[in-house]
């Protein structure tokens, strides 16, 4: 059986309390039809009841269906609840009726699942029916019997005169006094209790977060040791090779060139760990910044190509670090991996904000993994572990920016890079 979400566990609890409420109601009412021989409107009082079943059958009905339950389709079920209990007490004594107090329930599930809107409404909506139920009402004979005194007035007021109707007046002002504390207490305590479980929520998904890029790193620094030496290998063994092939030769020099870059790229890594530790950013125009990058991403991949539009005026500083070069680095090669021709790279800014977008003409990213893309072990790739686009995720988000990657409507695959202006006030 598939699992509830919290809206659909909400509801299905509120069509098991209408359960045991149509039980009470309908013992209730043969109690009163078998053994008390009560003259009240039965035909009325079944009816309400049989409709009760019948909507509480259709809300188990639809707790199977894959539409998600919304706070307005909450709101209505309770809404039902309400008309339908009016419906039963002026049938049966109205406000006389001592479960007249019922009215509570419902608007206390409204105080504890729904916004506080839904809860004023719910709770104006039961003080109006418990009013008119002072009023108009088809009076409870089972206890008019022992009031004949009363000249059978069927008028609340006029048969119930003095002391009893100062009590049931009380029982009035007790029941707005129980709406009101409802409606703005529990409402307010719910809420507070809702935004400490999403906090304890953030919290222990940051702690997983922290968890998976302490590993990640953990796994870098071990691999850049191995590395270290196969490459300095490689760099003497190419130093020692000659050769009169001028084709060979040059595929020498190339090989010398990538094994360097590899080589200073580990040296980056040890480097960028220590400025982590020490809090050691530095600043740069962003499209300088952006320049250089790309110069350097060309030495690693000669074969992409790019088209490169900068706003007009003075680009603003961006805080820049070596983590945040290999998030972007690793933006492109995904744009580029899909050999789709030139990067449409555009960089663009605000007083607050620094936008860089990369748009590729790729086939774009499929719906069946576009929720779970930044995640540890998700990618879009034929090959990989999907960990490039988790980490430049986690780097973003650090430098206080953020990542958004969608299909373009003209097709292909945008990445929109957002970071803060370098002493900005934001």
Known sequence: MALLT??????????????????????????????????????????????????TIFTFWRLGRPWPVTDPEFFAQLVFDVGSLSALL?????????????????????????????????????????????????????????????HHDTNFMAAHGGASATHFIGMWVNFALSATLITFVIVRMANTL????????????????????????????????????????MTIVLDDMRSDDTQLQSDIVLLKQQAQVCRTTLKKLVDTAETHRQQNYREQHADIFLNELLERWQVVRPDAQYELTVAAGSAPNIRIDEAL????????????????????????????????????????????????????????????????????????????????????????TEAVLRLPVANSSL
């Not at 009470?24 to 053994?35: M, S």
């Not at 419902?106 to 909506?125: D, F, G, K, N, Q």
């Open 325 to 412: 070069r290999q998030a972007i680095i690793h933006l492109l090669d995904n744009g580029a991996d899909t050999q789709s021709g030139a990067l449409e790279l555009r960089l663009q800014w605000d007083a607050k904000n620094i936008d860089l977008r990369i748009r590729d003409r790729g086939p774009g990213i499929p719906l069946a993994i576009a929720e779970q893309l930044g995640k540890p072990f998700v990618t879009n790739k034929g090959s990989g572990l999907g960990l490039g686009l988790f980490l430049s995720h986690a780097t973003i988000e650090r430098c206080g920016g953020e990542i958004r990657l969608y299909n373009h409507p003209d097709g292909g």
């Open 6 to 55: 919290a809206a659909k566990t909400n509801l299905q609890r509120l069509a098991l309390v209408r359960l045991i409420a149509i039980t009470g109601q309908l013992a209730a009412t043969i109690y009163a039809y078998g053994w008390l021989r009560a003259p009240l409107n039965y035909t009325w009082l079944f009816a309400v009841i049989g409709l009760l079943a019948l909507a």
């Open 90 to 150: 002026f049938a049966s004594g109205g406000a006389t009726n001592p479960f007249v107090s019922y009215y509570l329930i419902p608007l206390t599930i409204a105080a504890t699942v729904l916004p506080w809107r839904y809860t004023l409404a719910l709770a104006l909506l039961s003080i109006g029916a418990y009013s008119a139920l002072l009023f108009f009402y088809q009076p409870l004979q089972l206890f008019a019997a022992s009031h004949e005194h009363m």
């Open 194 to 233: 809702r935004e400490q479980q999403s906090e304890l929520n953030m919290r222990r998904e940051n702690a997983l977060h922290s968890e998976q890029l302490l590993a990640i790193a953990t796994l870098a620094a071990g691999t850049a040791h191995e590395l270290g030496t196969p490459l300095n290998t």
